[in-house]
């Protein structure tokens, strides 16, 4: 959810300030690029050469850097202007009550009022400061300017005193920062279930039949699922791919009949289904207990077929938005369209064997998308990540119409 995305980490002066550096630490390993901004009094509770260190970038605290020569006195429009996401934490009563009121004396309230991001607020104070009406003034006032409030946690506060005031633990502020992005998205609380990969039909312990799908289209639908919001359970056939993202769950089989068992399993509380595994459409009828050994006679396999995985998920197709994938080389929309209507899809995403750069084993793909009503929609060759997007799109229009 953070990956690649710019967050500015404004730092006051509080006691938790030291935790930050365990905050710039989370940021960073989410993949975030973060930016340190810190006011006097916050750099005698944390070291900016700590700060610098872990976020890899010069920490900021005052207009007019060390050569009083250069222009670089309004660099807080640069910093309000590079944030995707600004965290003020610890936010102390003090400055909370400047930001309300637009008081604008250090760097960090100037690059907030310049910050034209989402800024989230940690406060941290006394359980008494933290109560009083005029620290409510400042939270419901900040509230009304768009700003989101990480509410302080209760427990053991510097004073000695316990109550309410604490601010929120590191990994509760990366949580809190990353659901409420996660809210925000298209695919926010849409479960997606998705097929990829060839399946593996096995004739004996070590033989099988297969297909050169690299299962690459489907990782990139499950990821970009993930990225717009969405709970993710990927079937995967046998590919040499990974995915680390706790949006996804991962579940790994090898023949049709399990990649048929494990997407039945997940269908019911899906809202999207997108089936672009290349499911072994037949398999040995049986499979040899023992390795073939090979003899001076021609060998035949006897071959059934394997269950349609996504034809079954369209007879029971409840309020699912189902998509299927067609592999074409002849009057492709037609036969794309026969496939949607025939195992009752919602769309349908057809590549061509005739487009160069498109399908098995490529880093590209060219797809047409197709949906229930015969709209048609032809895309240019991209990257597989592209595309994924492009398709995800195509269904959050229609789910969202
Ligand atoms: N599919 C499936 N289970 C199968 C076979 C296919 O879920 N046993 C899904 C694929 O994941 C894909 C779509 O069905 O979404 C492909 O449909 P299919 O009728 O197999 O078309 P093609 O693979 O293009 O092959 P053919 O034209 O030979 O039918």
């Known amino acids: 959810m953070l990956g690649g995305k710019n967050i500015l980490l404004g730092i006051t002066g509080g006691i938790a300030a030291y935790k930050t550096t365990f905050l710039v630490r989370l940021l960073i390993k989410a993949g975030a690029n973060v930016k340190v901004v810190l006011t006097d009094s916050a750099s005698s509770f944390v070291s900016p050469l700590t700060l610098a260190t872990l976020s890899k970038n010069p920490v900021l605290s005052s207009f007019v850097g060390d050569d009083k020569d250069s222009i670089d006195w309004n660099n807080h429009v640069e910093l309000g202007l590079w ?13 909370l009550s400047k930001m309300a009121s637009g008081a604008c004396d250090n760097l960090l309230l100037a690059t907030y009022l310049s910050a034209k991001c989402k800024v989230f607020f940690a406060p941290a104070m006394d359980l008494d400061m933290y109560k009083h009406p005029s620290t409510k003034v400042s939270f419901d006032k900040l509230e009304s300017f768009g700003n989101i409030i990480i509410p302080a946690a209760s427990g053991e506060l510097a004073s000695g005193l316990h109550g309410e005031g604490r601010m929120a633990e590191p990994e509760d502020i990366l949580e809190f920062v990353v659901s409420h992005i996660r809210e925000g998205l298209p695919l926010a609380n849409k479960k997606v279930l998705i097929t990829a990969g060839p399946t593996y039909e096995a004739i004996d312990p070590v033989r099988f039949i297969g297909n050169h799908s690299s299962g690459l289209m489907g990782f990139e639908l499950a990821k970009a699922a993930a990225n717009l919001g969405a709970e993710v359970a990927l079937v995967s056939g046998p590919t040499n ?7 996804i769950q991962v579940e790994k089989v090898v023949s049709a009949d399990e990649m048929y068992n494990a997407a039945h399993s997940f269908y019911e509380n899906m809202d999207i289904v997108i089936c672009a595994a290349a499911v072994a459409d037949y398999k040995p009828k049986t499979k040899a207990d023992q390795k073939i050994k090979k003899s001076d006679a021609e060998l035949t396999i006897e071959l059934v077929k394997n269950k349609d995985i996504l034809l079954s998920l369209g007879a029971q197709k409840k309020n699912q938005f189902l998509v299927g994938f067609a592999l074409e080389t002849e009057n492709e929309v037609e036969n794309a369209k026969g496939k949607l209507k025939r195992k009752h899809l919602d769309a349908i995403v057809l590549n061509s064997l005739n487009d160069k750069g498109a399908g098995f084993g490529k880093a590209t793909n060219k797809i047409t998308f197709i949906d229930k009503n015969s709209s048609i929609k032809t895309f240019e ?4 990540a592209a595309v994924a997007i492009d398709i995800l799109n195509e269904i959050i229009s229609r789910i969202h119409a």
């Open 241 to 247: 791919l990974e995915v680390v993202n706790h949006q």
């Open 381 to 384: 060759l991209k990257t597989k």
């Open 83 to 95: 944030a995707d996401y600004m965290i003020i934490a610890p936010a102390t009563a003090n400055t």
